[in-house]
């Protein structure tokens, strides 16, 4: 093992300490993670486990509704994985880094709560697969570009993104992109449908403030959070399974919501013909 990589495994737990790369902060039924590694927002594993704790933490957070995932600053939402920390390390490092990177971006995509990627400057490489593993993304108008070069590194993007993509775009236009390495601005990605919105700005700060509007509008009392996790889950496991399969787990998540508060006020609301208020249970 090269001296640098034992280093950097030896000193994991201090750097942890030392350094918080991805922020947490929750409020309102939004929990909004924070890459944060400037200049760029790189990911490396240190990263990358926090992201998964992070992701966890609002998972299990019965108080949390939508995750929203943005980068620091007003620059990058995320440039990729580090490189300097890839040229240092084993082919074998760099395998399992790209196992666990592809563990957490299926955590949150799995997760039964909708995920926002806020998209607030360049987002491309490593840094789009991590916006593809959410349910909506939206972007700031003129903030940056996007898109997956990693072919002019001589590797292909391996953290999801020719599987998302090519799910996302069509398998054609997918390998197009992908064996080009272009970047394009975020109106080319609404054309592409890899934006659901570009949305105008004066500031980063202003941006995100319009995501989290954005956001609670998914949250309780206005809307019922559990059947909105409900239908992202239905949607991302079901397109991957057989139709029969999907259409089984579709009856066993309704049936989970049957039972919930949020079914039985939705259901009195409208016999009442009153608005609803919903717990988000």
């Known amino acids: 093992m090269p001296e640098t990589q034992a280093k950097a495994q030896e000193n994991e737990s201090a750097v942890e300490t030392a350094r918080e790369l991805v922020r947490y902060e929750a409020t309102d039924g939004v929990a909004v993670l924070t890459l944060s590694d400037p200049p760029a927002n790189t990911y490396t594993y240190e990263m990358m486990q926090q992201l998964d704790r992070r992701v966890l933490a609002a998972r299990m957070d019965e108080s949390v509704h939508v995750i929203v995932i943005t980068g620091d600053g007003e620059k990058f939402f995320s440039a990729g994985a580090n490189i300097k920390m890839l040229s240092e390390v084993t082919p074998v490092f760099k395998y399992f880094f790209c196992l666990h990177a592809n563990e957490t971006l299926s955590r949150l995509e799995q997760t039964p709560k909708l995920v926002i990627a806020a998209v607030n400057g360049h987002c ?14 939206l972007a700031r108008k003129g903030a940056g570009k996007m898109g997956l070069p990693e072919v002019s ?16 775009v069509g398998k054609s236009r997918a390998i197009e992109l992908m064996a080009s390495g272009e970047l394009f601005d975020f109106e080319r990605g609404a054309e592409l449908g890899l934006v659901n919105q570009v949305l105008e700005s004066e500031s980063a700060a202003d941006f995100l403030e319009q ?4 956001a609670r509008r998914f949250t309780a009392p206005e809307k019922a959070a559990l059947a909105v996790g409900r239908i992202k889950r239905s949607v991302q496991t ?7 399969s999907a259409l089984a787990l579709e009856r ?8 919930s508060d949020d079914a039985r006020e939705g259901l009195d609301a409208y016999v009442e013909r009153r608005k609803p208020v919903f717990k988000g249970r």
């Open 252 to 259: 066993e998540l309704q049936q989970q919501l049957f039972q």
């Open 211 to 214: 995501v989290l509007a954005y």
């Open 238 to 244: 079901g397109a991957e399974i057989p139709f029969e």
């Open 153 to 168: 590194l001589g590797v292909l993007p391996g953290t999801g993104g020719t599987q998302r993509l090519a799910r996302v």
């Open 124 to 137: 491309v490489g490593g840094g789009l697969e991590i916006a593809l593993a959410a349910d909506i993304r």
